[in-house]
């Protein structure tokens, strides 16, 4: 059984690294025709959404809806990503991207840099989670104790930093891994080599349904809203202005709508989720949570 999920990985694996060449080297618009505000664009800007899942299934669900988002604002957007969550958000810090979906700007020394957040999906609350597979035999928090316990990368604010804060609370000495994004935590722990992770509730139930596997919660954080869709303040406001307007009107349009279906298939969401508007205000409890967090995950 575990040569064949082995087998599994490779093969994603080698798929991946195909889908990563064509994200990257290739603009996720083609020429833009047929209505008036689907201009030539006048610069093309990189788009680097955060590393929940591998790099394939990122892959397949961003590219889509960049390309209708390009075709729809007249504003090129192209996909970048890192091969981990932190490489990613470290492509951000350093200038290389224009526009997120990200929560890693939260904090007091982030939130300096000036980025905007100007959208959201629509979907329920997060929470922090640290789970383990059903039939683990570690029943409570203490039993981590001296254990490895799986995080998708330093940076994953629900995934990692609140619940290793909580481990921290009650002095528990479990040893962070680092897997690069939680697909790849999932697969540590189905694997064996850790027997717990770190999650985020939306990405649990959608990796439970995608892969038909069962896990129990061993412990929830307060919500939070999802990641927000964020522009840094290089971006002209007038093409900021058109790339929300383009988001938040997907599901107001048929094709709009038809991208969000497959990009929830490629996920296994239960439903497509919606692109909304939102404001800084919407990530209060980010905000809230660096002010009460231990020094080390600032």
Known sequence: ??????????KRWAATLMVLVFCVAVPATAQPVGTPAAR????SYNFSPVNQHSLELTAMYWNPILKYVSEKSGVELNLRLGRTSAETTAKVLSGEADFSFTNHLFSPDRIKLGW????????P?????????????IKTLADLAGKEVAFPGPEALVAYKTTYAKLLEQKIAATPVFAGNLDAAFSQMIAGRVLAMGSNSQMTDEFASREKRSFRVLWSSPPFNDLALMASPRVPRSQLQAVTKAFAGMNLDMQGKKVLEEAAKAINAKQPIVFIAASDDDYASYRDFYRNAPASLR
């Open 116 to 123: 905007t957040v100007f959208g959201r999906r629509d979907a």
């Open 40 to 43: 030539a664009p006048d610069k």
């Open 1 to 10: 059984m575990k040569n064949f999920y082995r087998l599994k990985l490779v």
């Open 125 to 137: 609350p997060v929470r922090g989670q640290i789970i383990v597979l059903a039939d683990s035999p």
